[in-house]
């Protein structure tokens, strides 16, 4: 009915920022896949405060750089460097560049996280870029998850 | 449910997100408990609105407690409440949005800011309400307001103009407890934001003196002019500390300077709706009693048998306000 | 500096008595007052007048006998009175109130550089005018003043709302209610009173000469309409106690108990 605006979710426990709005969980590409670009932010559940980002991410040739299932490194050919934060983690280049990082913020009876990335896929196509607060992603993409991904096993 | 045909066109209940010390003012998670129960009786959906600099806290909280919507304008210029630059971006909201009903908690913002809006886009506007229902057979609010200082109730409809806008008294309605697991749709409209270049705000700071806040108190302990001196109008303050109350007072006892105007209940004062008010010396002018007459339990104490104030009065107590209220501090402390 | 205060005259609520069997207000035989808090803003007009000079105007929509208020208002010292009075603007919203006294003051020669409200009435107590009028003359408002400052072109305003002090500067023209925290109205001598009443400066403005149509004032004019008056459910009077004071503190410390304020003394004492 009405153009003008942007639409997403909001749960009541956690949201990431992605587009400059809230969401619950997000992914790029197709999670889970073996050999090619994606990016999991998982829908937190109550009872949680952290959350849960697998990817599997490319350099900007297309090359294979690192696979992170629920915040750990898998493999990591680019030999990323993986840094804890007093409230999240970054994901580094060999050279100190940044790649990727996730902070949560915490509130009284929720929380809140942001991502900031600027990721490529195995065709060396930009995915996602910083943008002030939150970051723009391209591509395919599930923006409002309400709940946890199921993985194939 | 029939409806005037103008008013075939708007649907949706919306709540305006008063989220000033948020934890203390409950207004606005009272509003969208009954503005949920309102919006289920006119099968439509509720929205809280929340416009502020950065507010995703708030939009969450909101969620957390039933609104079905949150729309949001996060601005810098929103950062400070301020009426004009409000009702210019809540006005134009409104005509792209037509939502049917607009509540507000009637804090002083609400209350200063609603007319502005109410009269912006041309619409009625109740307030102070005590009550909203949907009247079955023509699908508008009835928005009950106290009428003649509280003496009466007055059932007001808006018929034909949209929305129906009103702002309610704090405590009117009961919040919905907190539910980590919802989740909402959110609404980030296109829209400009400007200043108002004619208002500065050029401070703002919390108020001193450990902050009265009658209007949300739950126990609510107040004097008139029988407490006979301010040494003994101050056994107020410490009964109210063992009860973890607070203070109020009639117009006398302010003008014979026992204690500050911001603790004046009445007409020209505050409002309360405690579950308990302790009321000790005062005879029970009207211009005092349509103050306190929404407590649920009241206690009156004073030496006239016939004072007025026995007439509302849960228990009354014949006797001198200041011996009970000394002894009573006595007792309590004995208990601790 | 020129100001405009808008006035409502309102049952004396020292003489509202109680019809306990109907439970409705008695207002026959009762005294007729400014609203206090109007007495408060005309006293911070007469006050911005001695400062700065020029002219006070007060304004009122009501009922013939509403002239009483404004003449009042020119024994304290203000320079003309307006009676906006007409059978078409009984019935009145705050919606259709505010653009009778805004259309009233927009007709002002010259436009007032600040209008002045009270915060509320005592009567219908909602305090929507003022911000309507500002609202209808796109001016600033600022509510519940209770400190005002003048500067070349602008006021320094202070208030109170929401446990916040809230100071703003705000250009001229403008729209301020105040708060009886501002200053303490005068009372009036007779001497005033008196030369009031033998003043000839109340204008009384029509429907036509505000240049306005039935349907825009009045009942007609309004979006809220009153389908039912009734009673509150009076408080039905409770147990009375009378004795000595340890008797008194006995029973409330059992209704202290009773509602959970504070614990049950343990029996084994």
Same mark, same amino acid.
């Given at each position: 009915? !009405?153009?003008?605006?942007?639409?997403?979710?909001?749960?009541?426990?956690?949201?990431?920022?992605?587009?400059?709005?809230?969401?619950?969980?997000?992914?790029?590409?197709?999670?889970?896949?073996?050999?090619?670009?994606?990016?999991?932010?998982? !829908?937190?559940?109550?009872?949680?405060?952290?959350?849960?980002?697998?990817?599997?991410?490319?350099?900007?040739?297309?090359?294979?750089?690192?696979?992170?299932?629920?915040?750990?490194?898998?493999?990591?050919?680019?030999?990323?460097?993986?840094?804890?934060?007093?409230?999240?983690?970054?994901?580094?280049?060999?050279?100190?560049?940044?790649?990727?990082?996730?902070?949560?913020?915490?509130?009284?009876?929720?929380?809140?996280?942001?991502?900031?990335?600027?990721?490529?896929?195995?065709?060396?196509?930009?995915?996602?870029?910083?943008?002030?607060?939150?970051? &723009? !992603?391209?591509?395919?993409?599930?923006? &409002?998850?309400?709940?946890?991904?199921?993985?194939?096993? | =449910?029939?409806?005037?045909?103008?008013?075939?066109?708007?649907?949706?209940?919306?709540?305006?997100?008063?989220?000033?010390?948020?934890?203390?003012?409950?207004?606005?998670?009272?509003?969208?408990?009954?503005?949920?129960?309102?919006?289920?009786?006119?099968?439509?959906?509720?929205?809280?609105?929340?416009?502020?600099?950065?507010?995703?806290?708030?939009?969450?909280?909101?969620?957390?407690?039933?609104?079905?919507?949150?729309?949001?304008?996060?601005?810098?210029?929103?950062?400070?409440?301020?009426?004009?630059?409000?009702?210019?971006?809540?006005?134009?909201?409104?005509?792209?949005?037509?939502?049917?009903?607009?509540?507000?908690?009637?804090?002083?913002?609400?209350?200063?800011?609603?007319?502005?809006?109410?009269?912006?886009?041309?619409?009625?506007?109740?307030?102070?309400?005590?009550?909203?229902?949907?009247?079955?057979?023509?699908?508008?609010?009835?928005?009950?307001?106290?009428?003649?200082?509280?003496?009466?109730?007055?059932?007001?409809?808006?018929?034909?103009?949209?929305?129906?806008?009103?702002?309610?008294?704090?405590?009117?309605?009961?919040?919905?407890?907190?539910?980590?697991?919802?989740?909402?749709?959110?609404?980030?409209?296109?829209?400009?934001?400007?200043?108002?270049?004619?208002?500065?705000?050029?401070?703002? +700071?919390?108020?001193?003196?450990?902050?009265?806040?009658?209007?949300?108190?739950?126990?609510?302990?107040?004097?008139?002019?029988? =407490?006979?001196?301010?040494?003994?109008?101050?056994?107020?303050?410490?009964?109210?500390?063992?009860?973890?109350?607070?203070?109020?007072?009639?117009?006398?006892?302010?003008?014979?300077?026992?204690?500050?105007?911001?603790?004046?209940?009445?007409?020209?004062?505050?409002?309360? +709706?405690?579950?308990?008010?302790?009321?000790?010396?005062?005879?029970?002018?009207?211009?005092?009693?349509?103050?306190?007459?929404?407590?649920?339990?009241?206690?009156?104490?004073?030496?006239?048998?016939?004072?007025?104030?026995?007439? =509302?009065?849960?228990?009354?107590?014949?006797?001198?306000?200041?011996?009970?209220?000394?002894?009573?501090?006595?007792?309590?402390? +004995?208990?601790? | 500096?020129?100001?405009?205060?808008?006035?409502?005259?309102?049952?004396? %609520?020292?003489?509202?008595?109680?019809?306990?069997?109907?439970?409705?207000?008695?207002?026959?035989?009762?005294?007729?007052?400014?609203?206090?808090?109007?007495?408060?803003?005309?006293?911070?007009?007469?006050? #911005?007048?001695?400062?700065?000079?020029?002219?006070?105007?007060?304004?009122?929509?009501?009922?013939?006998?509403?002239?009483?208020?404004?003449?009042?208002?020119?024994?304290?010292?203000?320079?003309?009175?307006?009676?906006?009075?007409?059978?078409?603007?009984?019935?009145?919203?705050?919606?259709?109130?505010?653009?009778?006294?805004?259309?009233?003051?927009?007709?002002? @020669?010259?436009?007032?550089? #600040?209008?002045?409200?009270?915060?509320? %009435?005592?009567?219908?107590?909602?305090?929507?005018?003022?911000?309507?009028?500002?609202?209808?003359?796109?001016?600033?408002?600022?509510?519940?003043?209770?400190?005002?400052?003048?500067?070349?072109?602008?006021?320094?305003?202070?208030?109170?709302?929401?446990?916040?002090?809230?100071?703003?500067?705000?250009?001229?023209?403008?729209?301020?209610?105040?708060?009886?925290? #501002?200053?303490?109205?005068?009372?009036?001598?007779?001497?005033?009173?008196?030369?009031?009443?033998?003043?000839?400066?109340?204008?009384?403005?029509?429907?036509?000469?505000?240049?306005?149509?039935?349907? @825009?004032?009045?009942?007609?004019?309004?979006?809220?309409?009153?389908?039912?008056?009734?009673?509150?459910?009076?408080?039905?009077?409770?147990?009375?106690?009378?004795?000595?004071?340890?008797?008194?503190?006995?029973?409330?410390?059992?209704?202290?108990?009773?509602?959970?304020?504070?614990?049950?003394?343990?029996?084994?004492?």
């Amino acid at each position: 009915m !009405v153009s003008n605006q942007r639409e997403s979710k909001i749960s009541a426990h956690h949201n990431y920022l992605v587009n400059d709005a809230l969401t619950p969980g997000f992914a790029l590409g197709n999670p889970g896949s073996k050999d090619g670009f994606y990016f999991l932010a998982d !829908v937190v559940l109550p009872g949680e405060s952290t959350p849960r980002v697998s990817a599997r991410l490319y350099d900007h040739e297309g090359e294979f750089l690192v696979e992170l299932v629920w915040n750990r490194i898998k493999a990591n050919p680019g030999h990323t460097r993986f840094q804890s934060l007093p409230n999240g983690f970054r994901l580094l280049y060999p050279s100190g560049e940044a790649i990727l990082s996730v902070q949560t913020e915490r509130f009284t009876n929720g929380y809140l996280s942001r991502i900031q990335g600027k990721l490529y896929d195995e065709k060396g196509g930009l995915r996602m870029e910083p943008s002030l607060e939150s970051v &723009t !992603v391209y591509g395919k993409a599930s923006l &409002t998850l309400e709940s946890p991904f199921e993985f194939s096993a | =449910m029939k409806k005037a045909d103008h008013n075939k066109s708007y649907h949706g209940v919306w709540v305006f997100g008063d989220y000033r010390h948020y934890f203390q003012n409950r207004v606005t998670l009272q509003l969208i408990a009954k503005g949920r129960e309102l919006a289920q009786t006119l099968e439509t959906s509720i929205t809280a609105l929340v416009l502020g600099d950065h507010v995703n806290q708030y939009a969450m909280e909101y969620v957390a407690h039933g609104a079905d919507k949150i729309m949001i304008v996060d601005h810098p210029a929103l950062k400070d409440y301020r009426v004009e630059t409000y009702t210019k971006v809540i006005a134009e909201l409104i005509e792209r949005y037509k939502p049917e009903i607009f509540l507000g908690g009637a804090t002083a913002f609400g209350r200063e800011l609603f007319p502005r809006i109410a009269k912006r886009v041309k619409t009625g506007l109740s307030a102070d309400c005590v009550a909203l229902e949907i009247d079955p057979e023509t699908g508008n609010l009835v928005q009950t307001t106290p009428a003649w200082g509280g003496e009466l109730l007055a059932d007001v409809v808006t018929p034909l103009h949209r929305p129906q806008m009103a702002t309610v008294h704090p405590g009117t309605f009961r919040e919905l407890p907190h539910d980590a697991s919802a989740v909402g749709r959110v609404i980030y409209p296109d829209i400009t934001v400007e200043a108002d270049g004619r208002v500065q705000l050029l401070r703002s +700071k919390t108020q001193p003196k450990g902050k009265v806040n009658l209007e949300d108190a739950q126990i609510v302990i107040s004097g008139g002019r029988g =407490m006979g001196s301010k040494d003994q109008f101050d056994l107020l303050f410490e009964l109210a500390d063992l009860l973890d109350g607070e203070v109020g007072a009639t117009r006398p006892a302010i003008r014979a300077e026992w204690t500050d105007e911001e603790r004046l209940l009445g007409q020209t004062g505050k409002i309360v +709706k405690p579950k308990l008010l302790i009321t000790v010396g005062a005879s029970g002018a009207l211009q005092y009693t349509v103050g306190v007459q929404g407590a649920e339990v009241i206690v009156a104490i004073n030496r006239d048998p016939h004072a007025p104030i026995f007439n =509302m009065a849960d228990l009354g107590l014949v006797g001198d306000g200041r011996a009970v209220v000394a002894q009573l501090i006595d007792e309590l402390r +004995k208990r601790v | 500096m020129n100001i405009a205060v808008c006035i409502k005259q309102v049952p004396d %609520t020292h003489t509202i008595r109680i019809d306990e069997k109907r439970m409705t207000i008695v207002r026959e035989g009762g005294d007729n007052v400014i609203n206090a808090l109007d007495c408060v803003a005309l006293e911070a007009a007469l006050d #911005l007048k001695a400062r700065r000079g020029g002219s006070i105007t007060v304004l009122t929509m009501g009922p013939p006998q509403s002239e009483e208020a404004l003449r009042e208002a020119l024994g304290y010292g203000a320079d003309t009175a307006i009676l906006l009075s007409d059978p078409a603007f009984a019935g009145a919203d705050t919606l259709a109130t505010s653009h009778v006294l805004a259309r009233a003051i927009s007709r002002l @020669e010259p436009f007032p550089d #600040l209008i002045l409200c009270g915060k509320q %009435t005592s009567d219908s107590d909602t305090g929507h005018v003022g911000p309507q009028i500002a609202e209808e003359l796109d001016l600033p408002q600022v509510c519940g003043v209770d400190e005002i400052h003048l500067e070349e072109n602008a006021l320094v305003v202070k208030r109170l709302s929401d446990g916040l002090v809230e100071t703003f500067r705000l250009s001229l023209p403008a729209l301020l209610t105040v708060s009886n925290a #501002l200053c303490a109205p005068r009372r009036p001598s007779f001497g005033d009173l008196e030369a009031a009443f033998s003043m000839g400066s109340v204008r009384t403005w029509r429907l036509d000469d505000l240049g306005l149509n039935p349907d @825009e004032v009045g009942a007609s004019g309004s979006a809220t309409w009153v389908v039912k008056l009734r009673s509150a459910p009076p408080k039905a009077r409770g147990e009375i106690v009378s004795g000595p004071t340890q008797d008194l503190v006995d029973r409330l410390i059992k209704k202290l108990e009773a509602l959970s304020v504070i614990d049950e003394e343990s029996r084994s004492q």
